[in-house]
C-alpha cells in the first residue's frame, strides 16, 4: 500500500543553521505531496505542496522538490528560527477517477530551533 | 474567519462510555474529515463525508460513527470508548478534492486530546 516515511526525530538545531527533513515515498501510480507544519496547541497547516516531477514547492523560505527517480521529497531551509519549531509531517494523496482518496501521512519529525 | 473548530480541546473516558467530538468548518466545504494520530505515528483517517448526508469509512473506521446533516458539521461519536481510541483526533475540510486538476488544501482542526482509562 501507499506509505510515507520520514526522518525521526526530534532534531534540534541552533538558530540560523541549515534543515533537512528527508521524506521518502512508496504509492502505486503519481502522488501529490506535501509538508504540512503543526506548531504547538494548533491543528496542521499546509506548508508547501507539489504536484508533479521535478515540481518544487516553496513556502516561508522552506522548499521541497518532488525526485520522482528516488521517490523522495525532502525538506529544506537555509536559515532556521525559533519561530520553525513545530513538527512536521509529509504526506502524499493519489487520485483516481470518481474516489475520494485520503492523505497518506509520516510520523512527523519534531523540530526545535534554540536562539 | 474561525476555520475548522473542534470540541473539546481534551477529554478523559472510562472504558465503555460514550462521546461525541465536535467539529464544524465556517469556509463552505463540502469536504470533510476525521484523523486520528497515535503516539510517533502519522495520521489514519477514519471517516470522511464529501457533502450533506453522505459519508464513508476510512482507513480505520471501526468503533466510530458519523453523521453530516449540515455542510458546517461533522461530529464524530465513539460509542463504547476503549483504551485503543486513546489518541489525538483532528478533524479536517477542503472545498473539493480536486480542482481545476490541482489538488485542494486541507485545512485542519487544532485537535482533541482523549485518553481513555
Known amino acids: 500500500g501507499d506509505s510515507v516515511t520520514q526522518m525521526e526525530g526530534p532534531v534540534t538545531l541552533s538558530e540560523e543553521a541549515f534543515l533537512t527533513i528527508n521524506c521518502t515515498y512508496t504509492?502505486?501510480?503519481?502522488?501529490?505531496l506535501f509538508w504540512y507544519v503543526q506548531y504547538p496547541g494548533e491543528g496542521l497547516q499546509l506548508l508547501l505542496k507539489?504536484?508533479?516531477?521535478?515540481d518544487k514547492g516553496s513556502n516561508k523560505g522552506f522548499e521541497a522538490t518532488y525526485r520522482k527517480e528516488t521517490t523522495s521529497f525532502h525538506l529544506e531551509k537555509g536559515s532556521v528560527q525559533v519561530s520553525d519549531s513545530a513538527v512536521y509531517f509529509c504526506?502524499?494523496?493519489?487520485?483516481?477517477?470518481?474516489?475520494?482518496?485520503?492523505?497518506?501521512f509520516g510520523s512527523g519529525t519534531q523540530l526545535t530551533v534554540l536562539p | 474567519n474561525a476555520g475548522v473548530t473542534q470540541t473539546p480541546k481534551f477529554r478523559i473516558l472510562k472504558i465503555g462510555q460514550s462521546m461525541t467530538l465536535q467539529c464544524t468548518q465556517d469556509?463552505?466545504?463540502?469536504?470533510m474529515y476525521w484523523y486520528r494520530q497515535d503516539p510517533g505515528m502519522g495520521l489514519k483517517l477514519i471517516y470522511y463525508?464529501?457533502?450533506?448526508?453522505?459519508?464513508d469509512k476510512g482507513e480505520v473506521p471501526n468503533g466510530y460513527n458519523v453523521s453530516r446533516s449540515t455542510t458546517e458539521d461533522f461530529p464524530l461519536r465513539l460509542e463504547l470508548a476503549a483504551p485503543s481510541q486513546t489518541s489525538v483526533y483532528f478533524c479536517?475540510?477542503?472545498?473539493?478534492?480536486?480542482?481545476?486538476?490541482?489538488?485542494?488544501?486541507?485545512?485542519f482542526g487544532p485537535g482533541t486530546r482523549l485518553t481513555v482509562l
Open positions: 479536517a475540510s477542503s472545498y473539493s478534492i480536486q480542482r481545476d486538476g490541482i489538488t485542494d488544501t486541507q485545512y
Open positions: 504509492a502505486t501510480g503519481y502522488p501529490s
Open positions: 507539489a504536484t508533479k516531477a521535478d
Open positions: 504526506a502524499l494523496r493519489l487520485f483516481s477517477s470518481g474516489s475520494a482518496r485520503q492523505l497518506t
Open positions: 469556509m463552505n466545504h463540502n469536504y
Open positions: 463525508s464529501v457533502g450533506a448526508g453522505i459519508t
